[in-house]
């Protein structure tokens, strides 16, 4: 995607020297664009827990990357094994990070399994970390230029029948290319209804107590000219009363293969206006989010809780300084639920880069049938 008319991953290898990972470090925007050299294993695992990158693919690939790095450090073990021993202890590490987008789980095991059941001695168990981590990446990339494809004859049947029109879909934290290596999901088909000609304008929640929506999505949405409008959380269910909204469309962070999604916490809230008013909610996902293993997420999906300094404190710029600002008592507690969890039956579909099928396990089974048991 573009960021002043050039072109960005949000995670790469660096050109320079491929032995150092580089990010777009997203604490800074939209007020400063910042890019992060990540040279060991500790500063991937920072930069996952303290969301210098965030969002389920993005967080996947930096993984990837993360193992890359640790195959790196581990090249010193001396055996095959002793590197093996290495690379688990450091993907234990990365897993600690952020316990419920399902991608760093999956990505580090990716790793290790191909580490596994390698035979190579230990410059091949590098090289094989390192492409396994640009595939996690490219993957991603194209996982998600293709569920843009599949979202896309929505927004067009849409706009037909509104006669041109503009389509106004109304979107949850940031599911966008930011979140993920590029295109983003929830996104994705947004831009790709704008590329192709298609009039939509986005209402895009704030997105407390982050406000990545408010940060991240309008701030790309600018960068590739995409009409949209910032609102607060709580206006989303008034706009969908009086007509205003004809497409509600989020990503998640764990999906179980039964349809329940688990995303940024104010979806649930957001699924069940939609429902009220008879608006579809769709989410958008690559299957590498999908849990293939629980079927109950209300119940079984583990919620990050996070600092409660990020509800009592907004960061925000005033006269080109950014600053961070208290705006509860000093002396209040404050609870910070990172996600919440949409029950299926008030999912209309779910949209992967296989297509779209129901929020229902024989629907989504449909598409993956390898994953039967």
Same mark, same amino acid.
């Given at each position: 995607m ?6 960005y ?9 491929p ?8 604490r ?13 294993? %500790? =500063?991937? +695992?920072?930069a996952? &827990?303290?969301?210098?990158?965030? @969002?389920?693919? *993005?967080?996947?690939a930096? !993984?990837?990357?993360g ?70 990446? %490219? =993957?991603? +990339?194209?996982?998600? &230029?293709?569920?843009?494809?599949? @979202?896309?004859? *929505?927004?067009?049947?849409? !706009? ?9 879909v109304?979107t ?17 088909p ?14 895009v ?17 600018g ?32 999906t ?9 916490i ?13 608006i ?13 293993e ?9 919620i990050?809780?996070?600092d409660?300094s ?11 300084e ?48 390898e994953?039967?048991?």
């Open positions: 573009q960021v002043l008319g050039k072109p991953r949000t995670i790469w290898r660096s050109q320079e020297d032995n150092i990972v580089q990010i777009i470090d997203q800074h925007l939209p007020h400063r664009f910042v890019v992060e050299d990540l040279r060991t294993v %500790d =500063e991937v +695992a920072i996952i &827990r303290d969301m210098h990158v965030r @969002g389920a693919g *993005l967080i996947g930096t !993984a990837g990357y193992m890359y790095l640790a195959a790196l450090e581990a090249s010193s073990a001396g055996s095959p094994q002793a590197f093996l021993e290495a690379l688990e202890e450091s993907g234990e590490k990365l897993i600690a990070t952020r316990p419920t987008a399902v991608n760093l789980e999956w990505a580090v095991k990716r790793q290790l399994d191909v580490a596994q059941k390698a035979h190579s001695d230990l410059f091949g168990l590098v090289q094989l970390a390192r492409e396994t981590a640009d595939t996690i990446a %490219d =993957e991603d +990339a194209d996982f998600c &230029r293709r569920i843009g494809q599949h @979202g896309l004859p *929505l927004l067009r049947e849409i !706009a037909e029948r509104k006669n041109g029109e503009a389509v106004n109304l949850h934290c940031n599911a966008g290319w930011l979140a993920f290596v590029d295109y983003g999901t929830a996104t994705s947004i831009y790709a209804a704008h590329d192709a000609g298609i009039p939509v304008h986005v209402w929640d704030e997105t407390r107590p982050r406000n990545q929506g408010a940060g991240l999505t309008a701030w790309e949405l960068q590739h000219g995409v009409p949209h409008t910032v609102i607060v959380d709580n206006a989303g269910g008034y706009l969908m009363q009086q007509g205003l909204v004809d497409f509600v469309i989020t990503g998640t962070d764990r179980t293969f039964t349809g329940d999604v688990a995303n940024k104010g979806t649930y809230l957001k699924a069940l206006a939609a429902k009220d008013n008879g579809p909610f769709y989410v958008a996902l690559p299957s590498s989010t999908f849990d293939w629980m079927e109950d997420g209300v119940h079984e999906i583990p990050e809780q996070r409660s990020e509800v009592k404190y907004v960061i925000g710029s005033r006269d080109g950014v600053m961070e600002v208290l705006i509860t008592p000093e002396d209040s507690p404050a609870g910070n639920y990172a996600f919440d969890v949409t029950p299926r039956r008030l999912v209309t579909g779910l949209i992967t880069e296989r297509g779209i099928c129901g929020a229902a396990a024989d629907e989504v089974l449909r598409l993956f049938p994953k039967r048991r």
